[in-house]
T-cell receptor, first 109, second 111 residues
Framework: KNEVEQSPQNLTAQEGEFITINCSYSVGISALHWLQQHPGGGIVSLFMLSSGKKKHGRLIATINIQEKHSSLHITASHPRDSAVYICAVNRPGEEKLTFGTGTRLTIIP | KAGVTQTPRYLIKTRGQQVTLSCSPISGHRSVSWYQQTPGQGLQFLFEYFSETQRNKGNFPGRFSGRQFSNSRSEMNVSTLELGDSALYLC??????????FGSGTRLTVV
């Protein structure tokens, strides 16, 4: 079983819909990261969380340390949000990232 | 502020050859980590360097090695290339605030 699990693996939605992507992890962590990868490969870091909630524009990320669960929400989704969203964690004392398998999001105009 | 620069962007090599990839981190970032991405295995950690010292290494064979220079630039080397080494190789630099900045990657094809 992977240490970091994401759901769903694939998500297709209409423009304007509210999107939720989930991430569960089974190990102790010092930080959780949400990353975005567009076709072509480049990865952009969206959020780094160790507790609570963060918001940036239409994106919101939350984490529940006790339940070992994080969610990424996108409000008023747009076709340019189409990408692979990846959850990754740092274990305490480690710089290495352990990744989930990613969620492929497609927003249809 | 310049981002993380990886060179080359694309590379085609023959089995048995060796390859060196380069990563220049954001100015002031001392931590550089390397990752391999393949369709089958996803993203996997290779190694991480801080101030010229390797602090962490992933579960990859000894054919994969790296180093970091005093200016924080890092290189990774793969010797005796195998077909399975075909992948997107990404590096990321990390500053004191903790967030990662990724380069655009080097796409290596081994034929």
């Amino acid at each position: 079983k992977n240490e970091v699990e994401q759901s769903p693996q694939n998500l297709t939605a209409q423009e304007g819909e509210f999107i939720t992507i989930n991430c569960s992890y089974s190990v102790g962590i010092s930080a959780l990261h949400w990353l975005q990868q567009h076709p072509g490969g480049g990865i952009v870091s969206l959020f780094m969380l160790s507790s609570g909630k963060k918001k940036h524009g239409r994106l919101i990320a939350t984490i529940n340390i006790q339940e070992k669960h994080s969610s990424l929400h996108i409000t008023a989704s747009h076709p340019r949000d189409s990408a692979v969203y990846i959850c990754a964690v740092n274990r305490p004392g480690e710089e290495k990232l352990t990744f989930g398998t990613g969620t492929r999001l497609t927003i249809i105009p | 502020k310049a981002g993380v620069t990886q060179t080359p962007r694309y590379l085609i090599k023959t089995r048995g050859q060796q390859v060196t990839l380069s990563c220049s981190p954001i100015s002031g970032h001392r931590s550089v980590s390397w990752y391999q991405q393949t369709p089958g295995q996803g993203l996997q950690f290779l190694f991480e360097y801080f101030s010229e010292t390797q602090r962490n290494k992933g579960n990859f064979p000894g054919r994969f090695s790296g180093r970091q220079f005093s200016n924080s630039r890092s290189e990774m080397n793969v010797s005796t290339l195998e077909l399975g080494d075909s992948a997107l190789y990404l590096c990321a630099s990390r500053g004191t605030r903790g967030g990662y900045t990724f380069g655009s990657g080097t796409r290596l094809t081994v034929v």
